[in-house]
């Protein structure tokens, strides 16, 4: 059983216990109602009323089983999210992180609009409930992407990646030969226009830190393609981020249409690349609710060309 445990801030002061689980701790009316029902919620370890008002420091533990009871009793049925349709990785009360394959958005866009046939879309059609993203991948991008079942999961977790505690690992095929077999970049960007997506590396941009490894180096097309897998490591959260920063360093990644130079974009049509190389294969984390630390792997998936396997 997992416990949801709760320190009520100085902003949350004066809140009634009803006001609290429903508005910054983000459950359902259905769910406060269970909890209440089973004596499962508690402040200070003991009986609260629902009107009473809570006060700044006051721990509040809310324990989670009567909800893993209701997701299993709404288990989606075949048709509600069709077989491959999804990969979980991991699952619990609290969390989900699935298998972006590549091309899928993550998230409603202009070119999936009104959540038709996301990631997002079929999480949400599997749990038959809302599914709040943690962070999101680039449509081309494969890999982990994780979820949160309750809005403060989701809240806790990106005061992680604000401060840095969220670890994030990505492999990545990319053009050319790397200056050094690993190295920090630390390289601020910003927009290269104020109306376009497309980023670059500028002098009064915003800070952006990303380390790489070189994981191995090889030769495509009968030599004539210098490539080289790395390990990249995104200290910080920029958009595009490793795709720029490579980009910067001379070592595009294979198949980007946006960043790349001359010799980067013929080596990839040559490959028959149609989307950039990267791929999200590790997230470390605190688990929101039991505290405890959360790795999660998965292989790279790369574009089926000869010579561009995983590690």
Avoid at 281 to 288: A, D, T
């Amino acid at each position: 059983m997992l416990c949801l445990c709760h320190t009520v801030t100085p902003q949350e002061d004066g809140l009634t216990l009803q006001q609290l689980l429903r508005g910054p701790l983000g459950l359902s009316y259905r769910q406060v109602k269970t909890a209440k029902q089973q004596d499962a919620v508690s402040v200070d370890a003991a009986p609260f009323f629902s009107n009473q008002p809570v006060r700044a420091g006051m721990v509040v533990r809310v324990h989670l089983k009567s909800f893993a009871d209701e997701a299993r009793a709404n288990e989606p049925s075949a048709a509600a999210c069709p077989p491959g349709a999804l990969r979980v990785l991991y699952e619990d009360d609290a969390l989900i992180a699935v298998h972006k394959p590549a091309l899928l958005q993550c998230h409603p866009s202009p070119s999936a609009p009104n959540g038709r046939d996301t990631l997002e879309a079929r999480v949400r059609a599997y749990l038959r409930a809302d599914a709040h993203p943690v962070h999101r991948l680039d449509a081309e991008t494969t890999g982990i992407v994780l979820f949160a079942k309750l809005p403060y999961a989701q809240a806790h977790l990106q005061r992680q990646m604000q401060a840095g505690t969220f670890g994030k690992v990505y492999h990545a095929w990319v053009y050319g030969t790397l200056p050094r077999a690993e190295d920090t970049i630390d390289a601020p960007i910003a927009r290269i226009s104020p109306d376009s997506f497309t980023r670059a590396v500028t002098p009064g941009g915003q800070r952006a830190v990303s380390r790489y490894r070189l994981l191995r180096a090889v030769t495509l097309e009968d030599g004539c393609v210098p490539a080289a897998l790395v390990e990249l490591h995104p200290l910080t959260g920029r958009t595009h981020q490793l795709r720029v920063h490579m980009t910067h360093i001379g070592c595009p990644l294979l198949g980007d249409t946006r960043y790349f130079t001359e010799a980067s974009r013929a080596a990839s049509l040559a490959l028959g690349l149609r989307y950039h190389q990267l791929a999200s294969v590790s997230l470390r984390f605190l688990h929101p609710v039991s505290g405890e630390e959360i790795e999660l792997r998965c292989p790279a998936q790369f574009s089926p060309v000869p010579g561009l396997s995983a590690p």
